[in-house]
């Protein structure tokens, strides 16, 4: 019969750094949660629907490079909000390739109604952060990715949709 291998525990610090991670994942979960629950729209797709209001006539590019998102990923956000008839996707009046987006008027009814922050509670408190600390969390947290070997280009998947 063998010994099974003791089970490792992890060091006061690595607990705490992990407990701070938690604290954020689920902050940010239990905003988008909290966004659905009251619109019935995921949180992705009520940033983009901020966005497409803010800038009306704004196409997919500019959506996705607003949301730091891959253009497939506004892409497909986009076709959620035309197929719940919040927005209209108009030609492009000199390239008919292009695509104009405007948010209908029940989407900004929707909106009002949204808890903010409309981009989630992750980004609004790094924007926060003084530019030496967000810094400092970059090189911190490029470290911690490499030794996770993750693939970085998941980095472009909202945590809305995760």
Request: hydrophobic share 45%; charged share 20%; net charge positive.
């Given at each position: ?8 525990q992890p060091t ?151």
């Amino acid at each position: 019969m063998t010994t099974p291998s003791p089970v490792s525990q992890p060091t006061a610090q690595t607990a705490v750094v992990l407990r701070r991670f938690r604290v954020v994942f689920n902050a940010v979960r239990t905003h988008f949660k909290q966004v659905e629950k009251q619109v019935g729209l995921g949180g992705a797709q009520v940033w983009a629907l901020s966005l497409i209001r803010d800038q009306p006539g704004i196409g997919l590019g500019d959506l996705a490079r607003g949301m730091d998102v891959h253009q497939s990923t506004a892409s497909n956000l986009v076709k959620g909000l035309l197929q719940k008839g919040l927005i209209r996707a108009d030609k492009g009046s000199t390239d008919k390739r292009q695509v104009q987006l405007v948010a209908l008027p029940e989407a900004l009814n929707l909106l009002v109604q949204v808890p903010g922050p409309f981009e989630g509670v992750l980004p609004e408190a790094l924007e926060k952060l003084p530019p030496q600390t967000l810094a400092r969390l970059d090189r911190d947290l490029a470290e911690l990715i490499t030794l996770l070997q993750a693939d970085e280009a998941t980095g472009s998947i909202p945590l809305a949709q995760l």
